[in-house]
């Protein structure tokens, strides 16, 4: 005789508010994707990484004048255009800056920021590169690539990359950079299992 089934465990807070919207809580395939995502942060480790590489990108947007940022927990998002559902990870997020002139240096500093959660992981961790959750961040910094005014870059993009990784791994082996960052990762992280 079986006993019962086990109940899934909910880890972290996870924001479905469009899933909701759409009437979709009930999807077998939201399920599947919600429960594979409060899985994966199931692993306190796993989050704890999460966070530490957030904690990079903010820690840099601050010192480079963004306001306001702020972490966001996980998300699953339902796209109505083909009734797909898709979960990213925590992020932070900080205040637009349309003040700000977009050119090459500019590309340049939010490129930095962009890397920066990969490179805390390879510096403070000793992770490679491929485990470091970056490709995310990679792609979204194509697409900026691509999007950007005509004349705004003159570097090729994959050099525009290595560059502000050698700027971010510079900024983010500081000591006082560096304890803020894992200041920032412990405070993200009990915001994230609350």
Same mark, same amino acid.
């Given at each position: 005789?079986?006993?019962?089934?086990?109940?899934?465990?909910?880890?972290?807070?996870?924001?479905?508010?469009?899933?909701?919207?759409?009437?979709?809580?009930?999807?077998?395939?939201?399920?599947?994707?919600?429960?594979?995502?409060?899985?994966?942060?199931?692993?306190?480790?796993?989050?704890?990484?999460?966070?530490?590489?957030?904690?990079?990108?903010?820690?840099?947007?601050?010192?480079?004048?963004?306001?306001?940022?702020?972490?966001?927990?996980?998300?699953?998002?339902?796209?109505?255009?083909?009734?797909?559902?898709?979960?990213?990870?925590?992020?932070?997020?900080?205040?637009?800056?349309?003040?700000?002139?977009?050119?090459? *240096?500019?590309?340049?500093? #939010?490129? $930095?920021?962009?890397?920066?959660?990969?490179?805390?992981? /390879? @510096?403070?961790?000793?992770? !490679?590169?491929?485990?470091?959750?970056?490709?995310?961040?990679?792609?979204?910094?194509?697409?900026?690539?691509?999007? *950007?005014?005509?004349?705004? #870059?003159? $570097?090729?993009?994959?050099?525009?990359?290595?560059?502000? /990784? @050698?700027?971010?791994?510079? !900024?983010?082996?500081?000591?006082?950079?560096?304890?803020?960052?894992?200041?920032?990762?412990?405070?993200?992280?009990?915001?994230?299992?609350?």
């Amino acid at each position: 005789m079986e006993g019962p089934a086990a109940k899934p465990v909910e880890h972290v807070r996870i924001n479905y508010a469009d899933v909701i919207v759409n009437g979709k809580q009930d999807d077998p395939e939201f399920l599947k994707v919600y429960w594979a995502l409060q899985d994966r942060f199931s692993d306190e480790h796993f989050g704890y990484q999460v966070c530490l590489h957030e904690a990079a990108h903010a820690v840099l947007m601050e010192q480079d004048g963004i306001k306001n940022v702020r972490f966001e927990k996980p998300v699953v998002v339902y796209r109505p255009s083909d009734g797909s559902f898709r979960s990213l990870g925590a992020m932070v997020h900080g205040d637009d800056t349309p003040d700000k002139t977009v050119d090459e *240096a500019r590309f340049l500093t #939010l490129t $930095t920021h962009a890397v920066a959660g990969g490179i805390a992981l /390879q @510096e403070y961790r000793g992770l !490679r590169p491929e485990q470091t959750g970056s490709e995310h961040d990679y792609r979204q910094f194509l697409v900026a690539c691509v999007k *950007a005014p005509p004349g705004a #870059l003159k $570097t090729k993009p994959d050099d525009l990359w290595k560059q502000a /990784q @050698e700027i971010a791994r510079s !900024r983010l082996t500081d000591a006082a950079t560096k304890a803020e960052v894992e200041a920032r990762a412990w405070e993200y992280f009990d915001l994230l299992y609350l």
